[in-house]
């Protein structure tokens, strides 16, 4: 049983593995289950793995390189969606064609979105002949070894998840973990060398910022800023024109400044912003937004506190990492304030009581701790308190 955990590049294929296809020992089986939190990715490993299988080439993975997740139409290649798929018709797939089998042909049947696969004894009972390859949309984790508990004799056996029945067919488990923040900016500029497009610094943080660890959407982007570059050097300001979500990334500069209590940078970013066009009502509800993710960063301990408060808030682990450092300065009292201010604000703002411009002015002022800039007492009333 082989377990493989892939960076940014992919992994290396196992000496076993090298070794099986020079004919110094005998092959492990040919069963695969790619799983992970990047789907993209994990596609990309599968279409990497199903080329590699095809030609008998054994060079390392590298999904920096990989230029598709299209499978292609291989001779002997099946594929099939484990939503609708019968397990029963997986397992024909793989077995001999008899006299209609091509001399060379190698057998590869891919099951996408393995994780709903309806009856997981089907990889045990596949033919050992063929390649089995799970994709799974999802990571799955297999269950830990626990000595078996007496139940009652009536009692149904539970189903075993897909980790544990590949580990116990002799598998090989490939983990495609979701992009890190230090792993972005390598991953963005090495999916633009591949499509030809040329992308300055500014421009890579922009673009990671903008999309995050969302790899499928760094090739759209990517793609998108190519044809409009037609061959020239793409920048930030051309990113921050052509991807939705780059005024996130200036509002998050904004916060930062504002946490930092930089008013001068805080406000030559506000200046920048609504010299853009950008709404007031919008730049503020970015900010609300960036203070929330900024109280449950403030809250994170571990990875998996991270993607649980994601959920939560329906954002990413990476947008709640990003803010990590930055939360260690700012207290729950702080944050609660800053609601206050931009809840006044906004109102200041929609009932005419002040000019738009010197509202935000106060807001970004009060936020970064200037005295005598609260925009709260514009408002009739008292702000919500928690």
């Given at each position: 049983?082989?377990f493989?955990r892939h960076g940014?590049?992919?992994?290396?294929v196992?000496?076993?593995?090298?070794?099986a296809?020079?004919?110094r020992?005998?092959?492990a089986?040919?069963?695969?289950?790619i799983h992970g939190?990047?789907?993209?990715?994990?596609?990309?490993?599968a279409?990497?793995?199903?080329?590699?299988l095809?030609?008998g080439d054994?060079r390392s993975?590298?999904l920096?390189?990989?230029?598709?997740?299209d499978?292609g139409?291989?001779?002997?290649?099946?594929r099939?969606d484990a939503?609708?798929t019968e397990?029963a018709?997986?397992?024909?797939?793989?077995a001999?064609?008899g006299l209609?089998?091509?001399v060379?042909?190698?057998?590869i049947v891919?099951v996408?979105?393995a994780?709903?696969?309806?009856?997981?004894?089907v990889?045990a009972?596949?033919?050992?002949?063929?390649?089995?390859?799970?994709?799974s949309?999802?990571?799955?984790?297999?269950?830990?070894?626990r000595?078996?508990?007496?139940?009652?004799p009536?009692?149904?056996e539970?189903?075993?998840?897909l980790?544990?029945?590949?580990?116990?067919a002799?598998?090989?488990?490939e983990?495609?973990?979701?992009l890190?923040p230090?792993e972005?900016?390598?991953?963005i500029a090495?999916?633009?060398t591949?499509?030809?497009?040329?992308?300055?610094?500014?421009?890579i943080n922009?673009?990671?910022?903008?999309?995050?660890?969302d790899?499928?959407?760094?090739d759209?982007?990517?793609?998108?800023?190519?044809?409009?570059a037609a061959?020239?050097r793409?920048?930030?300001?051309?990113?921050r024109?052509?991807?939705?979500?780059?005024?996130e990334t200036?509002?998050?500069?904004?916060t930062?400044a504002v946490?930092?209590?930089?008013?001068q940078?805080?406000?030559?970013?506000?200046?920048?912003?609504?010299?853009?066009g950008q709404?007031?009502?919008?730049?503020?509800?970015l900010?609300?937004?960036?203070?929330?993710?900024l109280?449950?960063?403030s809250a994170m301990?571990?990875?998996?506190?991270?993607?649980r408060?994601?959920k939560?808030?329906?954002?990413?682990?990476?947008?709640?990492?990003?803010?990590?450092?930055f939360?260690?300065?700012?207290a729950?009292?702080?944050?609660?304030?800053?609601?206050?201010?931009v809840y006044?604000?906004?109102?200041?703002?929609?009932?005419?009581?002040i000019?738009e411009?010197?509202?935000?002015t106060?807001?970004?002022?009060?936020l970064?701790?200037?005295?005598?800039?609260?925009?709260?007492?514009?408002?009739?009333g008292?702000?919500?308190h928690?």
């Amino acid at each position: 049983m082989a377990f493989r955990r892939h960076g940014p590049k992919g992994s290396r294929v196992s000496v076993r593995h090298r070794a099986a296809r020079l004919g110094r020992v005998s092959p492990a089986r040919s069963l695969y289950l790619i799983h992970g939190e990047d789907p993209y990715r994990a596609r990309l490993r599968a279409a990497e793995l199903v080329a590699a299988l095809a030609s008998g080439d054994a060079r390392s993975s590298n999904l920096r390189t990989q230029r598709t997740a299209d499978l292609g139409a291989r001779l002997g290649l099946s594929r099939h969606d484990a939503r609708t798929t019968e397990p029963a018709a997986i397992e024909l797939s793989g077995a001999s064609q008899g006299l209609f089998d091509a001399v060379d042909e190698v057998r590869i049947v891919v099951v996408e979105h393995a994780e709903a696969l309806k009856d997981t004894s089907v990889v045990a009972r596949f033919p050992t002949e063929a390649t089995l390859v799970l994709v799974s949309q999802t990571k799955i984790q297999a269950r830990g070894r626990r000595a078996p508990a007496k139940a009652k004799p009536s009692a149904p056996e539970p189903a075993a998840d897909l980790a544990s029945v590949v580990e116990a067919a002799g598998g090989t488990i490939e983990h495609i973990p979701r992009l890190g923040p230090g792993e972005l900016g390598g991953w963005i500029a090495a999916r633009a060398t591949l499509l030809g497009v040329e992308l300055g610094p500014d421009a890579i943080n922009e673009l990671g910022a903008a999309v995050g660890a969302d790899s499928e959407r760094v090739d759209q982007e990517l793609a998108k800023l190519g044809a409009f570059a037609a061959g020239a050097r793409v920048s930030g300001a051309d990113v921050r024109v052509l991807v939705s979500g780059a005024i996130e990334t200036d509002v998050f500069e904004l916060t930062q400044a504002v946490v930092r209590r930089d008013s001068q940078t805080a406000l030559k970013r506000l200046e920048t912003l609504l010299a853009e066009g950008q709404a007031p009502q919008q730049i503020l509800a970015l900010l609300l937004w960036q203070f929330r993710v900024l109280l449950f960063a403030s809250a994170m301990k571990t990875g998996a506190d991270a993607e649980r408060m994601a959920k939560a808030i329906r954002s990413s682990a990476y947008a709640i990492g990003k803010w990590q450092a930055f939360a260690r300065r700012v207290a729950r009292a702080d944050i609660i304030r800053a609601y206050e201010v931009v809840y006044a604000t906004d109102i200041a703002i929609k009932t005419g009581r002040i000019n738009e411009q010197l509202a935000m002015t106060l807001c970004i002022l009060d936020l970064c701790g200037v005295h005598a800039a609260d925009p709260r007492e514009l408002v009739v009333g008292e702000p919500p308190h928690s």
